[in-house]
């Protein structure tokens, strides 16, 4: 995936916008023209890829997404890691940047998406009723589980990655349209760095360290 400033599923919504307001400030008027105008402008902010300076540590992850640390919480996750952990969730608001970045280097062992509902993604029910697309990434010294969720805005989730796929750390892999929440479960041998209210940064924010 480039790192172009803009993503590319973002130029179908703003080249129609373009459209729109050229139509209405030729056809109509170049009042009516600025509300279309407006809302070109926040696909263009919206779909942003901003470039990001990763510092690669193996035993650091990174935020997946940008954001607002909703919850900090122990679970047991058994479709991929099959033993306890710590799930830190992140909630995005259509403010913020909405690609997806590798937390850690490492080879993508399991793939799963899942159809559902698209309730706020800001309430906890969402992980399980609404659609899904989970990772689970495995290097020489960690393996964890990272998960795209759609939220009430979020209609589509975006996956440039499959099965198999060697991933750099904050490598960008998907991302998910209009307001969303992206999870990430680690294993306990993982120290969690941020806390609940942090703002993170995809990429750039140090979620965890691997302990041992």
Same mark, same amino acid.
């Given at each position: 995936?480039? !790192?172009?400033? +803009? ?29 279309? !105008? ?87 029910? !969402? ?6 697309? !989970? ?56 120290? +969690? ?20």
């Amino acid at each position: 995936m480039t !790192a172009f400033p +803009i993503v590319k599923e973002g130029w179908p919504f703003i080249g129609v916008m373009i459209c729109v307001t050229a139509f209405v400030a030729v056809v109509v008027n170049g009042y009516w023209a600025i509300l279309p !105008a407006v809302v070109c402008c926040f696909f263009t902010y919206f779909f942003r890829n901003p470039p990001r300076k990763v510092e690669y540590n193996p035993f650091h992850l990174l935020s997946p997404a940008d954001g607002k640390v909703m919850s900090i919480t122990d679970v047991h996750e058994d479709e991929y890691l099959g033993e306890d952990g710590k799930k830190v969730t992140i909630f995005l608001s259509p403010f913020d940047v909405h690609v997806n970045r590798s937390p850690m280097e490492g080879t993508i062992k399991f793939q799963q998406y899942v159809c559902g509902r698209f309730r706020p993604a800001y309430k906890a029910i !969402a992980a399980w009723e609404n659609e899904r697309h !989970a990772i689970g990434i495995e290097s020489e010294y960690c393996r964890i589980l990272v998960t795209q969720v759609a939220g009430i805005l979020a209609r589509r989730i975006v996956s440039w990655v499959t099965l198999g796929t060697d991933l750099q750390q904050g490598q960008l892999y998907g991302m998910i349209k209009f307001g969303s929440c992206t999870e990430i479960i680690v294993p306990n041998n993982v120290d +969690i760095l941020v806390h609940k209210g942090q703002r993170v940064r995809a990429g750039v924010t140090i979620i965890g360290r691997i302990s041992s």
